[in-house]
């Protein structure tokens, strides 16, 4: 399977936003559920938010609140949202299709104290 394409990482000041994107070029995940996972430095990779193919999102308590998961099918696109960053939000961050799916590279955020 074509992994899917993250894009929108940076280096933002505490409190700062970003948007991600993820995009599949294979146009194969339509009606799946998509998940942003992040992996920090030294830990395990975690799940930080899914939504599934009809748009209903599902958090990680320790981003509830501050990040928002959306897709636009039409541009086969699923966005994550980051507001009011902290510096544990840094991490690669990278999306897949659950279950399943393909890692691709992911992309960094970094998040200055």
């Known amino acids: 399977q074509v992994p899917l394409v993250e894009s929108g990482g940076g280096w933002v000041q505490t409190g700062g936003s970003l948007r991600l994107s993820c995009v599949d070029p294979g146009r194969t995940t339509r009606y799946s559920v998509i998940g942003w996972y992040r992996q920090r430095p030294g830990d395990t990779r975690e799940s930080v938010a899914m939504?599934?193919?009809?748009?209903?999102?599902n958090y990680a308590d320790s981003v509830k609140g501050r990040f928002t998961i959306s897709r636009d099918s039409d541009k086969n696109t699923v966005y994550l949202q980051m507001n009011n960053l902290k510096p544990e939000d840094t991490a690669v961050y990278y999306c897949?299709?659950?279950?399943?799916?393909?890692w691709g590279q992911g992309t960094q955020v970094t998040v200055s104290s």
């Open positions: 939504i599934t193919a009809a748009g209903s999102p």
């Open positions: 897949k299709q659950y279950p399943g799916g393909t």
